[in-house]
């Protein structure tokens, strides 16, 4: 009896007691914790963020000395480019050159650069262009004439998305006899939009409104009075 005894105190004590090898096996497979994985941060904001072309932005338009973040996403294995505006308002593209930025969202510079990418150096080229810095110098000026209360150049703001209606208000709005209708914005270049400022102060048509540029003018006609 004593041995049958003696027996069954060891078996019992080789099964509260694990080995040691069964202790260090769990430990030696578990995974790292998400942050010991995830070092390094992005090295920029929006640009590093995103994939997609139909989320850059589309309000804010670009200017002289203004710096953008740029990369295409096919190039896997490159990092994102920092590129400025200078002083003709355009941008030094990789593979392409200079291109227009002046007055261009980047969602509008994107798809521009896209298109030029992919007549010669891609088969499908995503372009993601991002705001890195606006410039705090004055992007130029326009110039407001005819019907307002307060006609004369204006400093176009650097940080705002500045347009036809908001240089008539801010030129202390129309005249008495103001055709809201049918004033006239003329380019640099000598082309001419006809903007409805009616349809866009009045009835709310923010859509129909136009983006001023550097030496724009801005001409608020009479209306034909029939006496």
Do not use: C
Not at 121 to 129: C, K, M, N, Q
């Amino acid at each position: 009896m004593r041995t049958v005894v003696f027996t069954l105190a060891a078996a019992a004590s080789l099964v509260s007691s694990p080995l040691p090898a069964q202790e260090s096996t769990p430990s030696t497979f578990q995974q790292p914790p998400p942050r010991a994985i995830a070092a390094e941060p992005p090295a920029t904001g929006t640009v590093m963020r995103t994939n997609s072309m139909n989320v850059l932005d589309d309000r804010t338009r670009l200017g002289s000395n203004d710096f953008v973040s740029f990369r295409v996403v096919e190039d896997r294995d490159n990092e994102s480019q920092r590129l400025r505006v200078n002083d003709n308002g355009q941008l030094e593209v990789p593979y392409i050159g200079l291109v227009q930025a002046a007055g261009k969202t980047s969602k509008e510079l994107a798809y521009n650069v896209k298109a030029a990418l992919e007549k010669e150096y891609y088969y499908h080229a995503t372009v993601i262009i991002a705001v890195d810095h606006v410039s705090e110098k004055s992007r130029g000026k326009v110039y407001v004439i005819g019907s307002v209360k307060g006609p004369g150049p204006q400093e176009i703001p650097p940080d705002e998305d500045y347009t036809v209606s908001k240089a008539v208000i801010r030129a202390g709005g129309f005249g008495d006899f103001a055709n809201k209708r049918k004033v006239k914005l003329t380019r640099k270049g000598g082309q001419e939009v006809i903007v409805d400022l009616k349809r866009v102060i009045e009835e709310g048509r923010t859509d129909e409104d136009v983006a001023v540029l550097p030496d724009d003018r801005i001409f608020v006609p009479q209306r034909l009075i029939n006496m």
